[in-house]
């Protein structure tokens, strides 16, 4: 299951603050807020997939939301490495 982030300055947020954890991020092909191009750029240094998709594409991903051009998909649930988990106390 996952979990949508959208608004321009959400998203930044979210990315910046590292918080979530983030699987992809649409953004629209049509815009060019300053913000957005912030927003690849902090993605793309932390290895997330960053989508370029029509507006229209975007309403429908939002169902209504207001997203300004930017949805992220967030994971409801970090996973761990195995190995973390089954560490044991020293």
Do not use: C, W
């Amino acid at each position: 299951m996952d979990d949508e982030i959208f608004g321009i300055h959400a998203v930044y947020e979210a990315l910046e603050s590292g918080g979530r954890l983030i699987d992809r991020i649409y953004v629209s092909k049509e815009s060019g807020v300053p913000k957005l191009r912030s927003i690849q750029t902090l993605a793309r240094e932390r290895g997330i997939s960053v989508r370029h998709e029509t507006r229209v594409a975007l309403d429908r991903l939002a169902r209504g939301n207001l997203h300004q051009g930017v949805i992220a998909i967030a994971g409801v649930v970090a996973y761990a490495p195995l190995e973390e988990l089954i560490k044991t106390p020293n």
